[in-house]
């Protein structure tokens, strides 16, 4: 499948600014590789790598850009094989598109008609002037204020602002806490009525959404935030707009009552102290002390005996009101939220181990030795390496670059400079485990050099302790990948996964842990390929693990 | 409480053991319980269950599955620093423990050592011991609950067996070959037997328990025997007559009553094998056979006629000693071996045999019991002993099948035999090996059921059900 390149994907490619439509998309492909044969994949993602333009690769090449051209070349090669089919950063883009032009009418539509039913005047009984203020400035300001309250103390605790909002934490709760505690309670109540398998299936989509949080942060909850305070903005604007609509097209007055003894001065006290941030104003803005006492409403006098202009003084007090408090602390949110949102998408960390398991495979060369009968084409590289057997045709020994994915063919180790990786045996597997064809695989299957080898769970130390020798000789090597050798055969179990958690947690976020899979011993060597139903238990149980720098691989290839 | 004191009440076992070793599937032959979840995801048991296996009314043994190992090191760590009384050392694990999600299994499956059951220790013997299993097998140890390792094969390699054994015998007081997908009853009573070497105080109560499963076993064969002599009795008895006018189609009407006959005979013969089947406890396992296989073909097919029964010279004896099946006799002696038995049934449609006898075998005669006059038309009682030894042989086989399909075993397939491709003379039934007294009990049977006098009549059928007990006895024993 040749990958062409325009100037268009060029531009593309550079780009700093990922967008989220192209994180879905990235995920979606990094899913459909999942359980993928490594070979195949390693291939694929190196021919993707050597079809690029010479200025995106080399020493310039950073892990954006060459992720960037991942996506493009998979997209392209899906399109090529599915036709125009729709993706999901595509579905993304289009669904939360949906949700800001919703989310934009309905506020709109909504404060106009609130606001018009607010303002509904038969010349009877003016606008209550507290009414309208508690409905329209006060819950707002309360929400804004508890937002920026929580955040403060969030902020102390070393979160986002994002989590701060009542409404994320709310949502939050609602769809993971309760989908934890429901799973939870389900396996306990009817653990034996759900299959093991079933079990799996579910833990290991709840640690997918787990991971997504884990890897991005809030940038995949942002967009909903971002949904909700256009609704703010446009609720506020329609409002706005309602009441100067009122106001100039409609006969409003507008006054105040208690049956509280509240004097107009403590009212003009409280109003000079709402009205401060816009209290530079001349003072058609703020309601004098007459005006509040000429707009007081005493039923039982009805309002015949009050001035026109007092009934009407309050107008300009409510929109600054409405404007301060309401819709200027949403526009505050949107615009900090997205220059947040906008930073974080430029800066993405992809030295993550899970972006890394795919540079890496970009950036190793593919490169092998076949058997090949002489008098044949070296082009088209297809022969299998048991071919000659035959003594008539001598086979010739010759390294080339694996232009075309094949399997069967031998490889041998890439003689370009790889990275360093340090195994881990289990203790009783290390004196059985054939060194010489253990470094030959993981040059040839995974492109790695074999730097050291540590045994694990020994008599004589601690699990802490041998980890922290891993860790040192990590740290001396500077960026290094672990490598695990593990037994298929074996059922996962839950020591297992917990000394992953502390293997991951002394080495830190970086580093790819391979898991390599082998199978039963035969008498002749331990490094023996893996039974498909072993590598799909194995698949199943690492994906519940909440670790996206873990990758799993059969090491041995029959 | 000590649960195997010889006055107690019911012997307690919790199946042990890592992930995945074939614990249910051992439970579940164990004591014929085909409702344990077995399956081939590491981790299905989460909960312990107990399965009472009770023969009578009465709860005799209690097996308990548990889930497996999951934290095998760090819980012998903690068991080897324990130094509290021994006694206590499980409870006060499962204290210290038990608000951790990551000890919830291991919790769970020590519960019942708690409880101070038994244990069976279930390994996959043909994987390779690794220092995990040793591991377990210390933490059992240190429990001090009398203990019996049983080895489960899972494959067919065998290499790492002797592995295993000598592994065992430094921590068991009893080991155990026992395959949970093939055990048959006799290996599950040599298992039980096996029990009573784990601990002095258990050999009378595991003895009892013994001779329950012995009772119960021959009481269901007695149970099958009557229901297959009985389901013989009403299939050869059948007898159905309708009129047949001048003007009637006369075809039509012999269609409709062969059809009848037959779909009576079948569906006689399908309840009762749905009977064995439930009396031997299988509620899954229900003997979807391969298409070529015996038994799933018709029960007139010709395939089946072909190979169960008796062999054409047998069959030839047979009619003669009977006296009966007149058809059938002259069908042999008519040299019409492989066609003419089938188309003694195939006879009732009329063009068959009408070809091969001629039209005078039809005129008065009785062909499959289907007698033809100028007024009535009728079916029945059969003239042709062979059904009595086709649905014999399918009886038996189908025994064979319910009892040798282990309660653990849970791949239902395609692999039982079939009758194809063989000669007429390899007969794959039973009746064909049977001696010529056990015949001729069949015979007298066959014989007897039309008679009036009833005396005759019940002699031949207890020497029927005799004959059948035993010979279900020797199916269940292997012989």
Known sequence: ?558 | MNTFSPQSTVPEFAIVGHPNEGKSSVLSTLSEDDSVRVSPVPGETKECRTFPVIIDNKEVIRFTDTPGFQNPRKTLAWMQQYRGDDRDMISEFIRSHRDDPAFHDDCALLAPLDAEAGLIFVVDGSRPLRNIDRAEMEILRLTGRPRMAVINCKDEDSSFLEGWQNEFRKNFNSIRLFNANRATYGQRIALLNSLKAIDQDLEEVIESVIRAFQADWHNRNRQAAALIAAMLSDSLLYRKSVSCPPAADEDKLKQELHTAYTAFVSKRERTTHQQIRRLFKHNIFNLQLPDQSILQQDLFAAKTWQFLGLTAKQLTMAATVSGAALGAGLDVLAGGITFGVFTGIGGAFGAATAAMKGKKMLTGARLLGMKLDRQQLEVGPVTNVQLLYILLDRALLFYSHIINWAHGRRDYPEGVANGDEQGEENKRGYTSAWSKQERRVCERFFKNLQSRYLPDRDQAENELNALLREKLRKISEGK
């Not at chain 1, 994915?405 to 790889?418: I, R, T, Y």
């Open chain 1, 1 to 558: 499948m040749p990958f062409r390149i325009n100037s268009v994907d060029i531009l593309y490619m550079k780009k700093k600014l990922w967008s989220i439509a192209d994180l879905v998309d990235l995920e979606f492909f990094f899913r459909q590789d999942d359980g993928r044969e490594l070979d195949s994949l390693a291939a694929r993602d190196r021919k993707i790598y050597t079809e690029l333009p010479s200025a995106l690769r080399g020493a310039e090449a950073v892990p954006s850009v060459l992720l960037r051209a991942w996506l493009c070349s998979r997209r392209k090669s899906l399109r090529k094989e599915a036709g125009e089919s729709v993706l999901p950063g595509r579905i993304w883009q289009e669904v939360i598109c949906f949700f800001y032009g919703t989310a934009l009418l309905a506020g709109l539509f909504s404060g106009i008609g609130l606001a018009f039913s607010f303002l509904a005047y038969s010349g009877r009984e003016p606008v209550n002037v507290a009414a309208y203020f508690a409905v329209f400035v006060l819950v707002q300001a309360l929400l804004f204020f508890l937002l920026v309250g929580t955040a403060c103390f969030r902020k102390i605790q070393g979160r986002d602002l994002i989590e701060a909002s009542l409404l994320y934490r709310l949502l939050r709760r609602l769809f993971a806490e309760l989908l934890h505690k429901l799973t939870g309670s389900m396996y306990r109540k009817a653990s034996h009525k759900i299959s093991a398998e079933t079990r799996l299936k579910w833990s290991s989509s709840a640690a997918g959404i787990r991971q997504l949080r884990q890897r991005y942060g809030p940038l995949f909850f942002r967009p909903f935030f971002l949904v909700v305070q256009t609704f703010g903005v446009s609720f506020n604007i329609g409002v706005l707009a309602a009441t100067l609509f009122k106001v100039i097209g409609a006969d409003l007055a507008f006054g105040w009552q208690s049956t509280l003894q509240v004097t107009p001065a403590s009212v003009q006290e409280l109003v000079h102290w709402i009205a401060l941030p816009w209290s530079l104003l001349p003072d058609p803005f703020i309601p004098t002390l007459s005006q509040i006492e000429g707009s007081r409403l005493l039923l039982k006098e009805g309002i015949y005996h009050l001035v026109n202009a007092d009934l009407t003084s309050w107008w300009p007090f409510l929109c600054l009101s409405v404007f301060c408090y309401g819709l200027l602390p949403r526009l505050l949110l949107l615009l900090i939220v997205s220059i947040r949102q906008h930073r974080n998408l430029t800066e993405l960390d992809f030295q993550q181990g899970y972006f890394r398991q795919t540079l890496h495979r970009m950036l190793t060369p593919q490169v092998s030795t076949a058997a090949r009968e002489k008098g044949k084409s070296s082009v088209t590289g297809a022969e299998p390496a048991s071919a000659s057997s035959d003594e008539s045709t001598v086979p010739e020994l010759r390294h080339r670059t694996q232009q075309q994915e094949n399997s069967s063919l031998e490889h041998s180790a890439p003689n370009s400079p790889s990275t360093p990786l340090i195994v881990l045996i289990p203790d009783e597997l290390l004196p059985d485990c054939p060194a010489e064809e253990l470094a030959r695989q993981v040059s040839i299957r995974l492109g790695y050099i074999l730097t050291q080898v540590f045994p694990f769970w020994t008599l004589e130390q601690s699990e802490e302790e041998e980890l922290v020798a891993v860790q040192k000789a990590g740290k001396e090597q500077k960026r290094t990948d672990v490598l695990v050798l593990l037994e298929a055969w074996q059922p996962p179990i839950q020591e297992l996964f917990s000394w992953l958690g502390l293997l991951r947690r002394t080495l830190g976020p970086e580093p790819v842990i391979i898991l390599a899979l082998i199978g039963k011993p035969t008498s002749e060597s331990i490094l023996t390929p893996v039974q498909q139903q072993d590598m799909r238990i194995w698949q199943q149980k690492s994906a519940a693990l909440n670790d996206p720098g873990l990758q799993l691989i059969e090491l041995i290839k029959e």
